[in-house]
């Protein structure tokens, strides 16, 4: 039974024989894989290679006592809790140019949510030659300026939410507000994908 019992009989179809693809289980791809699964979604691909740390705490879908485990393990976990009848695959792999496009190869939409500027321009090198929609963030860290945070189209099948500005490299801290705003942004844009809302 889906956790979402507002959608109707037919959005509810859509949404559950959809799988959708993330790319990284931090900050955004953790807490985007949180409101899929809220919305109905019941079928995830999530590669990420890391370990859950203290400093991921500040802002990612993750609890202290999961410090030390495999991300893509303590997120199934954590999103089990939420809905237990999920589908999920996970890779527990470094995205390459090579194993992206195979990784997320039977996903309708990926969810771009990488730490660097140049893993980010790899996996959209990678995947956007499928024809596949990817909704890809850049520029969502420090407080304040909510509103700054946006949503465009670039190109046929990449949609961007971020300010496109402020990076960690700015000297900005990543922080659950902004990562979090962010994170349900991306969500909220697979969903409209979806539904064959206007985005």
């Given amino acids: 039974m889906s956790v979402n019992t507002y959608l109707s009989d037919e959005e509810r179809l859509i949404i559950e024989s959809a799988t959708i693809g993330i790319a990284g289980a931090g900050g955004l791809g953790s807490n985007c894989a949180m409101h899929l699964v809220r ?28 410090i030390g485990r495999k991300k893509v393990d303590a997120l199934a976990e954590n999103l089990r809790r939420i809905e237990p009848d999920l589908d999920l695959a996970l890779h527990d792999i470094r995205l390459t140019s090579e194993n992206a496009g195979p990784a997320f190869e039977e996903c309708q939409v990926i969810v771009e949510a ?20 990817i909704i890809s963030a850049s520029g969502l860290a420090g407080w304040g300026r909510s509103c700054e945070i946006g949503q465009r189209r670039i190109g046929r099948n990449l949609i961007l939410i971020g300010d496109t500005t402020s990076d960690i490299r700015s000297g900005l801290a990543p922080v659950s507000p902004r990562v979090g705003i962010a994170a349900a942004m991306e969500a909220n844009a697979v969903v409209a994908l979806l539904l064959g809302l206007e985005i």
């Fill in 114 to 133: 990488l730490d660097s500027a140049e893993a980010k321009s790899m996996l959209l090198g990678a995947l956007l030659p499928m024809d596949k929609p």
């Fill in 39 to 66: 919305a109905g979604l019941k079928r995830l691909v999530i590669a990420d290679f890391d370990e859950v740390s203290e400093s991921n705490l500040n802002r990612q879908f993750f609890f202290r006592d999961q």
